[in-house]
Protein backbone atom coordinates (compact mmCIF):
# COMPACT_ATOMS: atom_id res chain seq x y z
CA UNK A 1 0.00 0.00 0.00
CA UNK A 2 2.64 2.20 0.82
CA UNK A 3 4.81 1.43 -2.31
CA UNK A 4 1.32 2.30 -4.25
CA UNK A 5 1.39 5.73 -2.48
CA UNK A 6 4.74 6.59 -3.20
CA UNK A 7 3.96 5.99 -6.98
CA UNK A 8 1.69 7.78 -6.83
CA UNK A 9 2.90 10.77 -4.63
CA UNK A 10 6.03 10.91 -7.11
CA UNK A 11 3.61 11.21 -10.20
CA UNK A 12 1.79 14.15 -8.45
CA UNK A 13 -1.36 12.88 -8.07
CA UNK A 14 -1.42 12.28 -3.97
CA UNK A 15 0.40 14.30 -1.41
CA UNK A 16 2.53 12.81 1.66
CA UNK A 17 -0.09 13.32 4.18
CA UNK A 18 -2.50 11.72 2.29
CA UNK A 19 -0.22 8.62 1.94
CA UNK A 20 -0.39 8.53 5.80
CA UNK A 21 -3.41 8.74 5.73
CA UNK A 22 -4.21 6.01 3.29
CA UNK A 23 -1.99 3.90 5.22
CA UNK A 24 -4.01 4.41 8.51
CA UNK A 25 -7.53 4.24 7.20
CA UNK A 26 -6.15 1.09 5.05
CA UNK A 27 -4.76 -0.51 8.19
CA UNK A 28 -7.73 -0.58 10.20
CA UNK A 29 -9.84 -1.40 7.09
CA UNK A 30 -8.36 -4.75 6.63
CA UNK A 31 -7.95 -5.12 10.16
CA UNK A 32 -11.29 -7.88 10.09
CA UNK A 33 -9.40 -9.88 7.30
CA UNK A 34 -6.59 -10.10 9.12
CA UNK A 35 -8.27 -11.52 12.37
CA UNK A 36 -9.45 -14.00 10.22
CA UNK A 37 -6.54 -15.17 8.77
CA UNK A 38 -5.08 -15.56 12.68
CA UNK A 39 -8.21 -16.93 13.70
CA UNK A 40 -8.22 -19.70 10.82
CA UNK A 41 -5.85 -22.06 12.82
CA UNK A 42 -8.24 -21.89 16.10
CA UNK A 43 -11.34 -22.23 13.52
CA UNK A 44 -9.79 -25.63 11.79
CA UNK A 45 -8.88 -26.94 15.16
CA UNK A 46 -12.07 -26.46 17.06
CA UNK A 47 -13.74 -27.83 13.76
CA UNK A 48 -11.75 -31.23 13.85
CA UNK A 49 -12.27 -31.79 17.64
CA UNK A 50 -15.91 -30.86 17.34
CA UNK A 51 -15.93 -34.00 14.35
CA UNK A 52 -14.11 -36.37 16.61
CA UNK A 53 -16.11 -35.83 19.42
CA UNK A 54 -19.05 -36.46 17.40
CA UNK A 55 -17.80 -39.57 15.98
CA UNK A 56 -17.09 -40.81 19.54
CA UNK A 57 -20.71 -40.11 21.05
CA UNK A 58 -21.92 -41.85 17.72
CA UNK A 59 -19.64 -44.90 17.91
CA UNK A 60 -20.12 -44.95 21.91
CA UNK A 61 -20.72 -48.54 23.46
CA UNK A 62 -23.15 -46.74 25.92
CA UNK A 63 -25.38 -45.36 22.60
CA UNK A 64 -26.62 -48.74 22.21
CA UNK A 65 -30.09 -48.35 21.62
CA UNK A 66 -31.00 -51.02 24.83
CA UNK A 67 -34.46 -53.48 25.20
CA UNK A 68 -36.89 -51.43 26.63
CA UNK A 69 -37.92 -54.55 29.76
CA UNK A 70 -40.98 -54.81 32.13
CA UNK A 71 -40.36 -52.02 35.26
CA UNK A 72 -38.71 -54.15 37.53
CA UNK A 73 -40.20 -54.95 41.00
CA UNK A 74 -37.09 -54.00 42.91
CA UNK A 75 -34.50 -57.14 43.36
CA UNK A 76 -31.14 -55.88 44.45
CA UNK A 77 -28.46 -58.39 43.58
CA UNK A 78 -25.13 -56.75 44.50
CA UNK A 79 -21.99 -59.37 43.13
CA UNK A 80 -18.59 -59.30 44.63
CA UNK A 81 -18.19 -55.37 43.89
CA UNK A 82 -14.71 -54.21 43.41
CA UNK A 83 -13.50 -50.60 43.34
CA UNK A 84 -9.80 -49.60 42.66
CA UNK A 85 -10.04 -46.45 41.29
CA UNK A 86 -7.17 -45.27 38.96
CA UNK A 87 -4.13 -43.48 39.22
CA UNK A 88 -3.42 -44.45 42.73
CA UNK A 89 -5.25 -47.77 42.33
CA UNK A 90 -6.07 -47.53 46.00
CA UNK A 91 -8.80 -50.57 47.11
CA UNK A 92 -11.82 -48.43 47.92
CA UNK A 93 -14.50 -51.67 47.53
CA UNK A 94 -13.61 -55.30 47.99
CA UNK A 95 -15.59 -58.26 47.67
CA UNK A 96 -19.36 -56.49 48.76
CA UNK A 97 -21.45 -58.99 47.88
CA UNK A 98 -25.44 -59.10 49.37
CA UNK A 99 -28.98 -59.23 48.14
CA UNK A 100 -32.51 -57.56 48.69
CA UNK A 101 -36.00 -58.37 47.94
CA UNK A 102 -38.42 -56.01 47.16
CA UNK A 103 -39.79 -54.24 49.85
CA UNK A 104 -36.93 -54.85 51.77
CA UNK A 105 -34.53 -52.28 53.47
CA UNK A 106 -31.12 -52.08 54.14
CA UNK A 107 -28.75 -49.71 56.33
CA UNK A 108 -25.41 -49.07 55.60
CA UNK A 109 -22.96 -47.89 58.21
CA UNK A 110 -19.14 -47.46 58.61
CA UNK A 111 -16.72 -44.87 59.93
CA UNK A 112 -15.90 -41.38 57.45
CA UNK A 113 -13.88 -42.84 54.25
CA UNK A 114 -15.02 -46.69 54.42
CA UNK A 115 -17.04 -46.07 50.75
CA UNK A 116 -20.22 -45.92 51.81
CA UNK A 117 -20.92 -43.08 49.17
CA UNK A 118 -18.93 -44.90 46.82
CA UNK A 119 -21.07 -48.46 47.14
CA UNK A 120 -24.06 -45.60 46.96
CA UNK A 121 -23.01 -45.05 43.72
CA UNK A 122 -22.67 -47.80 41.83
CA UNK A 123 -26.07 -49.12 43.41
CA UNK A 124 -27.40 -46.52 40.91
CA UNK A 125 -25.07 -46.90 38.10
CA UNK A 126 -23.24 -43.27 38.41
CA UNK A 127 -20.30 -44.96 39.35
CA UNK A 128 -18.62 -48.32 37.09
CA UNK A 129 -17.15 -51.23 39.50
CA UNK A 130 -13.93 -52.43 38.83
CA UNK A 131 -15.20 -55.69 38.98
CA UNK A 132 -18.36 -57.44 39.82
CA UNK A 133 -21.98 -56.60 38.94
CA UNK A 134 -25.17 -54.46 40.82
CA UNK A 135 -28.12 -56.71 38.91
CA UNK A 136 -31.76 -55.29 39.31
CA UNK A 137 -34.18 -58.12 38.66
CA UNK A 138 -31.14 -59.77 37.07
CA UNK A 139 -30.19 -57.56 35.06
CA UNK A 140 -26.91 -55.64 35.30
CA UNK A 141 -27.80 -52.33 35.78
CA UNK A 142 -25.15 -51.35 32.81
CA UNK A 143 -28.04 -53.60 30.16
CA UNK A 144 -30.74 -51.37 31.30
CA UNK A 145 -32.26 -48.61 29.48
CA UNK A 146 -30.49 -45.45 31.25
CA UNK A 147 -34.01 -43.42 31.00
CA UNK A 148 -35.49 -46.43 32.51
CA UNK A 149 -33.36 -47.09 35.06
CA UNK A 150 -33.30 -43.22 35.54
CA UNK A 151 -37.09 -43.53 36.19
CA UNK A 152 -37.22 -46.90 38.26
CA UNK A 153 -34.51 -45.15 40.68
CA UNK A 154 -34.66 -42.58 43.12
CA UNK A 155 -31.73 -41.33 44.32
CA UNK A 156 -30.75 -38.69 47.60
CA UNK A 157 -27.06 -37.98 46.96
CA UNK A 158 -25.04 -36.98 50.06
CA UNK A 159 -23.67 -33.60 48.47
CA UNK A 160 -27.56 -33.45 47.14
CA UNK A 161 -28.23 -29.64 45.26
CA UNK A 162 -31.15 -28.27 44.34
CA UNK A 163 -32.09 -26.63 40.54
CA UNK A 164 -32.51 -22.78 40.51
CA UNK A 165 -36.49 -23.33 39.99
CA UNK A 166 -39.36 -23.92 41.47
CA UNK A 167 -40.06 -26.45 44.61
CA UNK A 168 -42.52 -28.77 41.99
CA UNK A 169 -39.58 -28.36 39.28
CA UNK A 170 -37.50 -29.42 41.73
CA UNK A 171 -39.27 -32.38 42.85
CA UNK A 172 -40.42 -33.42 39.69
CA UNK A 173 -36.37 -33.65 38.90
CA UNK A 174 -37.35 -30.83 36.00
CA UNK A 175 -39.35 -32.76 34.22
CA UNK A 176 -41.76 -29.94 32.77
CA UNK A 177 -43.96 -32.36 31.71
CA UNK A 178 -44.28 -33.79 35.18
CA UNK A 179 -48.12 -34.52 35.99
CA UNK A 180 -49.21 -32.46 38.93
CA UNK A 181 -50.32 -35.52 40.65
CA UNK A 182 -46.89 -37.71 40.64
CA UNK A 183 -45.32 -34.04 42.46
CA UNK A 184 -47.92 -34.91 44.87
CA UNK A 185 -47.45 -38.31 45.50
CA UNK A 186 -43.90 -37.94 45.63
CA UNK A 187 -44.38 -35.10 48.54
CA UNK A 188 -47.22 -37.07 50.33
CA UNK A 189 -45.09 -40.10 50.01
CA UNK A 190 -41.83 -38.51 51.65
CA UNK A 191 -43.97 -36.48 54.41
CA UNK A 192 -42.91 -33.02 52.99
CA UNK A 193 -46.75 -31.53 52.05
CA UNK A 194 -46.96 -30.01 55.63
CA UNK A 195 -43.59 -28.22 55.37
CA UNK A 196 -43.84 -26.98 51.63
CA UNK A 197 -47.71 -25.57 52.54
CA UNK A 198 -46.03 -23.54 55.46
CA UNK A 199 -44.04 -21.53 52.17
CA UNK A 200 -46.20 -18.56 51.18
CA UNK A 201 -46.09 -19.71 47.20
CA UNK A 202 -46.27 -23.26 48.65
CA UNK A 203 -45.02 -25.35 45.39
CA UNK A 204 -44.42 -22.61 43.51
CA UNK A 205 -41.56 -21.04 46.21
CA UNK A 206 -38.51 -20.69 43.66
CA UNK A 207 -35.34 -22.33 45.16
CA UNK A 208 -32.06 -20.28 43.82
CA UNK A 209 -28.91 -21.63 42.82
CA UNK A 210 -27.35 -21.72 46.10
CA UNK A 211 -30.94 -23.53 47.76
CA UNK A 212 -32.02 -20.12 49.15
CA UNK A 213 -34.67 -19.56 50.93
CA UNK A 214 -34.36 -23.26 51.97
CA UNK A 215 -32.84 -24.39 55.47
CA UNK A 216 -30.04 -27.18 55.14
CA UNK A 217 -32.94 -29.59 56.62
CA UNK A 218 -35.76 -28.40 54.29
CA UNK A 219 -33.60 -28.99 51.17
CA UNK A 220 -32.48 -32.22 52.11
CA UNK A 221 -36.59 -33.00 52.81
CA UNK A 222 -37.22 -31.49 49.47
CA UNK A 223 -34.18 -33.98 47.84
CA UNK A 224 -35.95 -36.58 49.24
CA UNK A 225 -39.04 -35.95 47.60
CA UNK A 226 -37.17 -35.52 44.70
CA UNK A 227 -35.78 -39.29 44.99
CA UNK A 228 -39.36 -40.55 45.53
CA UNK A 229 -40.56 -39.18 42.69
CA UNK A 230 -42.15 -41.57 39.74
CA UNK A 231 -42.90 -44.14 42.03
CA UNK A 232 -39.12 -45.58 41.99
CA UNK A 233 -38.64 -49.47 42.75
CA UNK A 234 -34.83 -48.62 44.17
CA UNK A 235 -34.27 -46.14 46.67
CA UNK A 236 -31.15 -44.99 47.96
CA UNK A 237 -30.69 -42.18 50.39
CA UNK A 238 -26.89 -41.31 51.26
CA UNK A 239 -27.42 -39.58 54.70
CA UNK A 240 -30.57 -38.43 54.29
CA UNK A 241 -31.08 -37.30 57.77
CA UNK A 242 -27.44 -35.59 58.41
CA UNK A 243 -29.50 -32.20 58.29
CA UNK A 244 -32.35 -33.07 59.54
CA UNK A 245 -34.15 -32.09 63.25
CA UNK A 246 -36.72 -34.33 65.47
CA UNK A 247 -39.57 -33.30 63.37
CA UNK A 248 -37.97 -34.57 59.86
CA UNK A 249 -36.33 -37.63 61.15
CA UNK A 250 -40.16 -38.41 62.27
CA UNK A 251 -41.01 -37.74 58.56
CA UNK A 252 -38.28 -39.40 57.12
CA UNK A 253 -38.78 -42.51 59.05
CA UNK A 254 -42.57 -42.01 57.92
CA UNK A 255 -41.61 -42.08 54.32
CA UNK A 256 -39.55 -45.03 54.95
CA UNK A 257 -42.56 -47.17 56.19
CA UNK A 258 -44.35 -45.75 53.58
CA UNK A 259 -41.58 -47.06 50.37
CA UNK A 260 -41.64 -50.49 52.52
CA UNK A 261 -45.77 -50.61 51.77
CA UNK A 262 -45.30 -49.85 48.42
CA UNK A 263 -42.43 -52.21 48.12
CA UNK A 264 -39.66 -50.30 47.24
CA UNK A 265 -36.79 -51.88 48.00
CA UNK A 266 -34.85 -48.72 49.78
CA UNK A 267 -30.63 -48.13 50.95
CA UNK A 268 -29.98 -46.09 53.61
CA UNK A 269 -26.61 -45.06 54.19
CA UNK A 270 -26.33 -43.32 57.66
CA UNK A 271 -24.24 -42.42 60.04
CA UNK A 272 -26.74 -41.45 62.73
CA UNK A 273 -28.55 -44.46 64.82
CA UNK A 274 -32.29 -43.12 64.46
CA UNK A 275 -32.65 -44.70 60.97
CA UNK A 276 -31.58 -48.05 61.71
CA UNK A 277 -35.16 -48.36 63.92
CA UNK A 278 -36.59 -48.23 60.30
CA UNK A 279 -35.04 -50.97 58.89
CA UNK A 280 -34.95 -54.59 57.81
CA UNK A 281 -31.15 -55.46 57.75
CA UNK A 282 -27.56 -53.57 58.50
CA UNK A 283 -24.16 -53.57 56.43
CA UNK A 284 -21.36 -52.63 58.46
CA UNK A 285 -18.63 -51.33 55.90
CA UNK A 286 -14.96 -51.29 57.11
CA UNK A 287 -12.02 -49.67 54.67
CA UNK A 288 -14.77 -50.84 52.06
CA UNK A 289 -15.20 -54.19 53.21
CA UNK A 290 -18.05 -55.91 54.52
CA UNK A 291 -17.63 -56.33 58.72
CA UNK A 292 -21.28 -57.09 59.39
CA UNK A 293 -24.48 -57.87 57.53
CA UNK A 294 -27.65 -59.59 58.56
CA UNK A 295 -30.83 -58.63 60.09
CA UNK A 296 -31.65 -55.27 62.39
CA UNK A 297 -31.96 -57.87 65.24
CA UNK A 298 -28.45 -59.62 64.31
CA UNK A 299 -26.16 -56.69 63.82
CA UNK A 300 -27.19 -54.15 66.77
CA UNK A 301 -25.65 -55.65 68.98
CA UNK A 302 -22.54 -55.34 67.66
CA UNK A 303 -22.97 -52.03 66.54
CA UNK A 304 -24.40 -50.98 70.53
CA UNK A 305 -21.32 -53.23 71.69
CA UNK A 306 -23.56 -55.18 73.49
CA UNK A 307 -22.98 -58.51 72.85
CA UNK A 308 -19.68 -60.42 74.48
CA UNK A 309 -16.82 -61.05 72.07
CA UNK A 310 -17.34 -58.07 69.63
CA UNK A 311 -14.19 -57.39 67.81
CA UNK A 312 -12.67 -53.88 68.08
CA UNK A 313 -12.87 -53.27 64.46
CA UNK A 314 -16.18 -53.37 64.58
CA UNK A 315 -16.35 -50.03 66.91
CA UNK A 316 -14.14 -48.65 64.78
CA UNK A 317 -12.78 -45.02 66.18
CA UNK A 318 -14.85 -42.61 64.02
CA UNK A 319 -18.00 -44.30 63.97
CA UNK A 320 -20.70 -41.69 64.96
CA UNK A 321 -23.28 -44.13 66.04
CA UNK A 322 -23.29 -44.07 70.29
CA UNK A 323 -21.64 -46.79 72.29
CA UNK A 324 -24.80 -47.83 73.47
CA UNK A 325 -28.05 -47.11 71.86
CA UNK A 326 -31.21 -49.76 71.55
CA UNK A 327 -32.99 -50.33 68.64
CA UNK A 328 -36.29 -49.81 69.36
N1 LIG B 1 -14.78 -41.86 42.18
C1 LIG B 1 -13.78 -42.01 43.05
N2 LIG B 1 -12.51 -42.05 42.61
C2 LIG B 1 -11.49 -42.19 43.47
N3 LIG B 1 -11.61 -42.32 44.81
C3 LIG B 1 -12.85 -42.29 45.30
C4 LIG B 1 -14.01 -42.14 44.46
N4 LIG B 1 -15.11 -42.14 45.24
C5 LIG B 1 -14.67 -42.29 46.51
N5 LIG B 1 -13.32 -42.38 46.53
C6 LIG B 1 -12.51 -42.56 47.74
O1 LIG B 1 -13.08 -43.64 48.43
C7 LIG B 1 -12.99 -43.43 49.83
C8 LIG B 1 -14.36 -43.62 50.44
O2 LIG B 1 -15.18 -42.52 50.06
P1 LIG B 1 -16.73 -42.46 50.39
O3 LIG B 1 -17.20 -41.11 49.95
O4 LIG B 1 -17.41 -43.63 49.79
O5 LIG B 1 -16.70 -42.58 51.98
P2 LIG B 1 -17.92 -42.56 52.98
O6 LIG B 1 -17.92 -43.85 53.73
O7 LIG B 1 -19.17 -42.19 52.27
O8 LIG B 1 -17.50 -41.40 53.97
P3 LIG B 1 -18.41 -40.28 54.71
O9 LIG B 1 -19.06 -40.98 55.87
O10 LIG B 1 -17.43 -39.26 55.14
O11 LIG B 1 -19.40 -39.76 53.72
C9 LIG B 1 -12.43 -42.05 50.04
O12 LIG B 1 -11.08 -42.19 50.39
C10 LIG B 1 -12.56 -41.39 48.69
O13 LIG B 1 -11.50 -40.52 48.45
MG1 LIG C 1 -20.43 -40.63 52.27
Known sequence: MLGWGAWLALSNEITGGMIIAASIIGGRALAPVEGIIDGWKS???????????????HTSPLNV?????????????VERLLFVPPPNKRVILNGISFQLSPGESLAVVGASGSGKSALGRMLVGSLIPTAGNVRLDMMDLRNW?????????????????????????????????????DVFKA????????MVSQFS???????????????????QRIGLARAFYN???????????????????????QALERAKQDGMTVIAITQRPALLRCVDKIMMLKDGTVAAFGSRDEVMPLITGKRPGISQHQNAPGHNLPAAQPAE
Open 43 to 57: YVGAKSAYGRIQKLL
Open 65 to 77: HRLRLPNPAGRLS
Open 145 to 181: DSRQLGENIGYLPQDMQLFPGTIKENIARMNREAKDE
Open 187 to 194: AQMSDIHE
Open 201 to 219: QGYETQVAMDGAPLSGGQR
Open 231 to 253: NPRLLVLDEPNSNLDTIGEQALA
